[in-house]
């Protein structure tokens, strides 16, 4: 059986997670300190070359965005930002909490590390208003890096500063798109803004701004001390290093599994204990609602972005939602829908519009017991395509995605 | 606190907005946002109450209308759903004889609809103002509001 390779996990439940001494005891901040005592050029290309991909499911290189803000031109104010994305909101996903509320200096110490790098002063974390203990506990973790003198001025006698702050959403899923965060962050309504420009020229107050998820970010302190070739080591050609999966529903031991990228949703599910009471495998949804049926042909395909993509499924923020026999996969598209249209923000029309027809389109699937379903789901297809070609943000977008993934694996089904 | 007090501890930066309604809101006996809040946060902003009122209409987590002294939050995310929230939601309003988006009469408890809380592992879920309950069923949920009541009836008792 596989076991976990614990990167951005590997102080959960062996530390205090509101004790800095604890985390430095644990080998905390040496990978910023090395930083610091780098060029941020090398620090760049170190995180460019060890191929990490963004984690909060885009899989964008992350990478190629510090380089990208590191190379737009500073404003008269001087001001570049870093902005941690720990708006978490994709059903099925809880690895941000979980390291937020277990080993919070981990991501502050990435914070960190991609702040020297791009050579920004000032950075803000976006915690989702819910997550109550995460914003204790990271409120807690800043105070103590304050104290310790690896936040404010002149950090640790370089001539690098930074100061860090915490800011809360109040309830908005697509407040987790990146462009509609910085809209939050500047405290206005979560409107999409329209891209290009992106984050790297024009982000927060219109400045250059690196944004990452939580989890992106708390793998840098490790990239930086082991280095890119080790990064590059685990994991797959084009998905390097590793991944927290949030596995549940219909398992014997849901949860959180940080492992290499390539582990099989078959190794992942033994990992978990393997299906509860035994029960078959009917399906699962990978990467949230944003994210994609699939059936036990996908059991044996190495999850990373590319791989799964190659097959019609997403890895997403890498949650992985289990259904047995007894699951009705129409109840969970009735729900997946449902929720694109409470969280559609209503700007652009097609996304409003789109997101109530195709759940009104799904209950007429679900009486058509015989004949034309089939007819009916193509149409809903073409419905959700029109949305995402029409759409400002990724929301309008999504729909298809789970669409089109249970068309193609489970059409028979419905 | 007053809603001046409040706002006296921001800077009046329009991205501190959100930040002052959280604690507004948090403050206020109806766990709400009041009109007459919506006009001393713009002009302590320098904005429109306009603009502020579309902020707090946006966000789900924030209220104008007064609500319970406990504001739950019920999990009607997919996983939730998939594991039976809504049978445990049935029952959750019969014990309160109230139904989603309510207030009851005692004003003791709103019940709200919310999006995946982000703990899938232990559906169905859902949080009493700052609390996060788990493995939610009948029997879990009656412990959990006759013990929110009780708990209640004896501050009032002494």
Redesign the interface.
């Given at each position: 059986m596989i076991q976990q390779t614990k990167i951005s996990l590997r102080n959960t439940g062996s530390i205090d997670p509101l004790s800095i001494d604890d985390y430095i005891a644990a080998g905390g901040f040496q990978a910023f300190e090395k930083a610091l005592r780098q060029d941020p050029g090398q620090v760049i290309s170190e995180l460019e070359s060890s191929g990490l991909r963004g984690r909060g499911g885009g899989g964008f290189p992350a990478g190629m965005k510090v380089k990208f803000t590191d190379k737009a031109d500073r404003p008269f104010d001087g001001m570049k930002y870093v902005v941690c994305n720990a708006d978490?909101?994709?059903?099925?996903?809880?690895k941000d909490?979980v390291i937020m509320e277990q080993d919070p200096h981990i991501m502050i110490e990435g914070m960190l590390i991609a702040a020297y790098a791009i050579q920004a002063q000032k950075g803000y974390i976006y915690i989702r208003?819910?997550?109550?203990d995460s914003i204790r506990k990271v409120e807690q973790a800043l105070k103590n890096s304050y104290d310790k003198g690896y936040l404010g001025k002149d950090i640790k006698g370089s001539d690098f500063s930074l100061d860090l702050e915490v800011?809360?959403?109040?309830?908005?899923?697509l407040c987790g798109e990146e462009l509609t965060l910085l809209e939050?962050?500047?405290?206005?309504?979560?409107y999409p803004r329209i891209k290009p420009p992106f984050p790297a020229n024009e982000g927060v107050?219109r400045k250059p701004t690196l944004i990452n998820n939580v989890e992106t970010f708390a793998l840098m302190p490790w990239i930086i001390s082991e280095g890119s070739e080790a990064f590059k080591a685990m994991g797959t050609e084009k998905s390097p290093g590793t991944k927290i999966f949030?596995?549940?529903?219909d398992i014997e031991k849901?949860?959180?599994y940080e492992v290499v990228m390539g582990t099989t949703l078959r190794e992942l599910i033994e990992l978990a204990g393997g299906m509860k009471d035994g029960a078959d495998f009917q399906a699962a949804?990978l990467g949230g609602?944003a994210g994609t049926f699939v059936n036990a042909s996908v059991l044996d395909t190495p999850m990373g972005f590319d791989t799964l993509k190659e097959v019609g499924a997403t890895l997403g923020s890498g949650?992985v939602?289990v259904?047995d026999p007894s699951?009705s996969l129409y109840?969970?598209m009735a729900?997946?829908l449902?929720?694109f249209a409470?969280?559609s923000?209503g700007k652009c029309v097609p996304c409003r519009v789109g997101t109530t027809l195709l759940v009104n389109m799904w209950k007429d699937v679900r009486q058509r017991r015989n004949g034309n379903r089939t007819e009916m789901l193509e149409k809903m297809e073409e419905e959700a395509e029109y949305m995402q070609e029409t759409s400002l943000c990724p929301l309008g977008g999504s729909p298809i995605i789970p669409i089109r993934s249970a068309v193609q694996y489970f059409k028979n089904e419905f | 606190m007053s809603t001046q007090e409040i706002l006296r501890k921001y800077l009046p930066?329009?991205?501190?907005?959100?930040?002052m309604?959280?604690e507004i809101q948090q403050h206020n006996p109806g766990n709400n946002i009041t009109p007459a809040d919506i006009r001393q946060v713009a002009e302590y902003?320098n904005t429109t109450s306009a603009s502020v009122y579309?902020?707090v209409r946006?966000?789900?987590?924030?209220s104008m209308a007064p609500r319970g002294k406990f504001v739950i939050?019920f999990c009607?995310?997919?996983?939730c759903?998939?594991?039976g929230a809504f049978n445990v939601l049935k029952s959750l309003e019969k014990e309160l004889s109230i139904h989603m988006g309510e207030t009851t009469s005692d004003m003791l408890f709103t019940l709200e609809p919310?999006?995946?809380?982000?703990?899938?592992?232990?559906?169905p879920v859902m949080?009493v103002n700052?609390q996060v309950y788990f493995h939610l069923d009948e029997a879990r949920l009656q412990e959990i509001i006759s013990q929110i009541r009780e708990q209640e009836l004896k501050k009032q008792q002494s």
């Open positions: 978490e909101g994709e059903p099925g996903t809880y909490r208003g819910e997550y109550i800011r809360l959403g109040a309830g908005s899923y939050s962050l500047e405290g206005k309504r979560g107050f949030t596995i549940s529903g849901p949860g959180y949804i609602a949650a939602m259904m699951r109840d969970m729900s997946i449902d929720f409470h969280e923000c | 930066q329009r991205d501190q907005m959100l930040l309604l959280h902003l579309g902020v946006y966000y789900s987590m924030f939050r009607k995310s997919p996983l759903r998939m594991v919310s999006e995946c809380l982000g703990h899938c592992d232990k559906a949080m700052d």
